[in-house]
């Protein structure tokens, strides 16, 4: 089918290039010029692994072009992808102003279609209940054509996208026609491996999945941060329990990681938009609520807990933190708990070094020169009074520990992502904090003279 897909960021690149590598002819449509002479030389603006060769491969094969003229790229199309921006407003609600506008410019640039030209008009981007339909009945007013809007959610992760795009558990199609549906099933047929896959319904269900998906997930997190609490309080196993209900096929074992929070580009705000189609019907949503309170407070204690086990005040403390990005494998850091971690540390007074494996420079953009960025995880340690560990990169677990603990001030490690192995740590003479998880502790062997605090259990 030929395709256009209209915005290139995130979602629309690896929209755009997966829908090619299933046999489309998709063009994609890029305004901002810099962007599009990089899409143009294969170059991928974003950092996600095996996008840049699967993208680099369909345009060499003639299935993937880009543009910057939204009428030429829908000249053939059957289906146009508005992957444009639906940021918040200041008062919670959507701004649908890129919508409307890509909409509309669809709607123009085929004013002359013959009058049987059906054109189906999807919206990928994550909106409130009740966008498509605004959408429908704007263009409605607006234009002339024969069109039909269908609500396509993502459920994209970071770091995994191609591999979600290409292998879904399942497709989401939000219509109100037979034929909507028929369109998108053709379009995705080489990925629905079985019917219970592709899940048509009306478009306010299919757009309030999104947020329910997004929301449940971050609840699974949450839920496990409270418990996590529960167990350093009595000494039990955040990780035991995890694996303990995980088995219970009824819960499942995703998402039940306990650890310094939620962030990422999705999380935090789908459970805020919640929020607010929640408080736009008159309902309190206290589930969210509650969602975003445990959040917030667990970066809070993460940092109050550094502070009681130092052994020293925070304002004479250098702690080196490991890990900028929100999560593993990507340089993003939007909502990455490390921003609050870092900025607690920091009103403790305390000298703040970090590391990341990509993130650095995006971080550098917030902290400037408050914080010392350092290129290499020992050295970054070296001298520090404690190592905090906010991002579970792999490459954390194969550290020389010896010679990490040789070089610190004093060898203690706050582990945000119960991602280090506990034996490693013990045999590398750390005091070892994870999350939820028993503490190690044992006299510190201090440099400076200070003294730690009275071990925990
Ligand atoms: C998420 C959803 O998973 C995806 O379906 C949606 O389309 C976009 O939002 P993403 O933001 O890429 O994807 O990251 P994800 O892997 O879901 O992680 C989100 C955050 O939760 C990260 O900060 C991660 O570290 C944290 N997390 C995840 C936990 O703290 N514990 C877990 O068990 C899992």
Do not use: H, R, Y
């Given at each position: 089918m030929d395709v256009a897909v209209i915005g290139c960021g995130y979602v629309g690149l690896v929209t755009a290039t997966c829908l090619a590598s299933i046999g489309h002819t998709v063009r994609g449509v890029e305004k901002d010029q810099r962007k599009l002479a990089k899409l143009r030389e294969g170059h991928c603006p974003i950092f996600e692994p095996g996008l840049a060769s699967l993208m680099q491969e369909q345009i060499a094969a003639g299935n993937l072009s880009f543009g910057d003229s939204v009428r030429e790229a829908i000249q053939e199309a059957e289906v146009v992808f508005l992957a444009v921006g639906t940021p918040p407003k200041p008062d919670g609600t959507v701004d649908m102003s890129f919508l409307e506008a890509a909409g509309r410019e669809v709607c123009d640039a085929l004013?002359?279609?013959?009058?049987?030209y059906l054109i189906t008009i999807v919206i990928k981007s994550t909106v409130p209940a009740g966008t498509n339909r605004k959408l429908y009945y704007y263009l409605r007013q607006h234009s002339t054509i024969e069109f039909q809007v269908v609500s396509n959610p993502e459920f994209l992760k970071e770091g995994s996208a191609v591999n979600d795009f290409l292998e879904p558990d399942r497709i989401v199609i939000g219509g109100e026609s037979p034929e909507a549906f028929r369109v998108m099933r053709r379009l995705y047929d080489p990925l629905?491996?079985?019917?219970?896959?592709f899940l048509t319904m009306n478009w306010e269900s299919a757009e309030l999945t999104k947020y329910a998906a997004n929301a449940m997930l971050a609840a699974r997190i949450s839920f496990m941060n409270e418990m996590s609490i529960l167990c350093d309080a009595y000494g039990a196993d955040i990780e035991d329990i995890r694996k303990g209900i995980g088995s219970d096929s009824r819960i499942?074992?995703?998402?039940l990681r306990a650890g310094v929070g939620f962030g990422g580009s999705c999380f935090p705000k789908d459970v805020a938009a919640l929020q607010h189609i929640s408080a736009s019907v008159g309902h309190e949503n206290l589930f969210v609520g509650a969602i975003q309170r445990i959040n917030g407070e667990q970066k809070r204690r993460f940092v109050e807990r550094i502070s009681a086990k130092l052994g020293r005040p925070l304002k004479d403390a250098t702690i080196a933190v490991w890990g900028l990005a929100f999560?593993?494998?990507?340089?993003d850091i939007r909502e990455s708990p490390a921003i609050d971690v870092i900025r607690y540390l920091l009103e403790g007074e305390a000298r703040v070094r970090a590391h990341d494996y990509k993130a650095m420079e995006n971080m550098k953009q917030i902290f400037g020169d408050q914080v010392e960025w350092v290129n290499d995880p020992v050295a970054c340690a070296a001298g520090a009074d404690a190592v905090a560990v906010?991002?579970?990169?792999?490459?954390y677990n194969t550290l020389p520990f010896r010679k990490v603990s040789a070089t610190m001030?004093?060898?203690?490690i706050f582990d945000g992502r119960n991602c280090l192995q506990r034996d490693v740590m013990r045999e590398n003479g750390f005091q070892y904090y994870p999350i939820g998880r028993p503490a190690l502790e044992s006299p510190l062997r201090l440099r400076n003279g200070y003294r730690v605090a009275a071990a925990e259990k």
């Open positions: 004013a002359d279609a013959p009058p049987d629905i491996t079985s019917e219970d896959v499942g074992p995703a998402f999560k593993a494998d990507t340089d906010l991002t579970d990169w792999p490459q001030n004093q060898p203690v």
